[in-house]
Nanobody, 115 residues
Framework: QVQLVESGGGLVRAGGSLRLSCAAS????????MRWFRQAPGKQRELVAA???????HYLDSVKGRFTISRDNAKNTVYLQMNSLKPEDTGVYVC?????????WGQGTQVTVSS
């Protein structure tokens, strides 16, 4: 069984920063992709950032230059550093990790950016 534990969400003013963490534990092997999605009220879930096993990254256009995704393979952990936050960044941020066998999802952590 694999568990993903997210942390780091909260309430911040526009222009502020937050750092999200997602740690994978359990029977997880050879992690491939590690991703962060977000779900805003009334909107579809969207891929915010992703990092592959070779370290290559992908970002949603609206967060480029403000967010940075990174991973610590020794700790099976993925991070999302979010700077210059905007009210439109508000949503539930959900971690997604894929290994050789399956795809796993976290419970999500709320990020609220006030104007």
């Amino acid at each position: 069984q694999v568990q993903l534990v997210e942390s780091g969400g909260g309430l911040v003013r526009a222009g502020g920063s937050l750092r999200l963490s997602c740690a994978a534990s359990g029977s997880i092997f050879s992690i491939n992709h590690m991703r962060w999605f977000r779900q805003a009220p009334g909107k579809q879930r969207e891929l915010v950032a992703a990092v592959s096993s070779d370290g290559s990254t992908h970002y949603l256009d609206s967060v480029k230059g403000r967010f940075t995704i990174s991973r610590d393979n020794a700790k099976n952990t993925v991070y999302l550093q979010m700077n210059s936050l905007k009210p439109e960044d508000t949503g539930v941020y959900v971690c997604n990790v894929g290994d050789t066998w399956d795809d796993y999802w976290g419970q999500g952590t709320q990020v609220t950016v006030s104007s």
